[in-house]
């Protein structure tokens, strides 16, 4: 596979029934696989990555949406299955649309995109099935990413006492300023480990899966909470059943790709009410279109902290970030 920057004509986008203006997007973990071929993320080619868009409504044949309208997507397989959000025009579907919250501007949106919203919808989850901060520490891992950072910035400001995991202890002030009360280092999870450890958190956000997501889980409190949300570290969960039977553990899944609208709106709503638009800017590093390609194989090593944001129009009109077979 083949990843260029190419210039195409609006008449190549695939089919919708909305045309949006793209002002941001983002660059993710998931773009990155499919940037570098390193992940089975695109379907069919060629394809334009990018899972996360925000801009304006062009033409719509939706009575949802009209000209002028301030949107935002997420996930439904755009960047996989449909052409995403690394590029300048976008046509969708109206069903994928969600309105752009009106203390946010696209940028913002962006610098929070898909990580900001699923460690929200993770925060939610934990939250609908019982947590809260009197029953606990909350331990986040991959600290230092984009779910991660966002993860520990809303549990501080929702009152949770948090644990950052990071296999970057430079990081540390940088993680104590988002909120991280405690910095344990990722080697103490990587691996595989006990059954059943000592227990030392009521709640978790993981983005990493594999040893580390088995780990957690086992070191979790009676009734404690997981909510698996990425997998950094890989597919495979090497655990027992010991944190569930012996401990009541409950493992919550979080699917960021589908929910929704209603969840999506609820998830937005809040985001723009609890993220600290200060703080934005020392998460976020900007990028343009040409600079996508090299970036992914820096997020893929582990060299970006916190988020990527795409100025897509941060060069000559019309180019796209198209990964052809």
């Known amino acids: 596979m083949d990843t260029a920057l190419t210039e195409m004509a609006p008449e190549a986008l695939p089919e919708g029934d909305v045309q949006v203006r793209i002002d941001w997007s983002t660059l993710n973990y998931k773009d990155a696989l499919a940037i570098t071929g390193k992940g089975s993320i695109v379907r069919h080619f060629p394809m334009v990555p990018g899972i996360d868009l925000a801009g304006v409504v062009e033409h719509s044949d939706s009575a949802d949406w009209s000209p002028g309208d301030r949107v935002l997507v997420n996930g439904w397989g755009v960047g996989e299955s449909h052409w995403g959000g690394l590029a300048q025009k976008a046509r969708l579907s109206s069903q994928w649309l969600t309105p752009l919250p009106e203390n946010l501007n696209a940028r913002q949106a962006m610098s929070i995109g898909t990580a900001g919203y699923t460690a929200m919808l993770s925060l939610m989850t934990l939250e609908r099935h019982g947590l809260t901060p009197h029953k606990g520490d909350v331990l986040v891992t991959g600290a230092s990413g984009g779910v991660g950072s966002f993860a520990i910035m809303f549990l501080a400001r929702s009152g949770y006492r948090v644990i950052a995991a990071t296999g970057r202890p430079e990081e540390q002030h940088y993680l104590k300023a988002l909120g991280a009360s405690e910095i344990i280092h990722r080697d103490e999870l990587a691996s595989q480990g006990r059954p059943l450890g000592k227990t030392r958190w009521a709640g978790v ?114 180019n796209r970030a198209d990964a052809e077979p």
């Open 205 to 318: 956000i993981d983005s990493v899966g594999s040893h580390t997501l088995a780990n957690a889980c086992a070191h979790t409190r009676e009734d404690g909470l997981v909510a698996a949300c990425g997998l950094a570290q890989g597919l495979n969960f090497p655990g027992t059943v010991a944190p569930f039977i012996l401990r009541g553990v409950t493992l919550l899944g979080i699917n960021s790709v589908t929910r929704p609208q209603a969840q999506r709106r609820e998830a937005w709503t809040r985001l723009a009410q609890e993220v600290d638009t200060d703080m934005l800017d020392t998460m976020t590093r900007e990028v343009t279109l040409s600079e996508t390609i090299d970036a992914a194989d820096e997020l893929l090593s582990g060299r970006i902290r916190g988020r990527l944001v795409v100025n897509v129009n941060g060069q000559a009109a019309g």
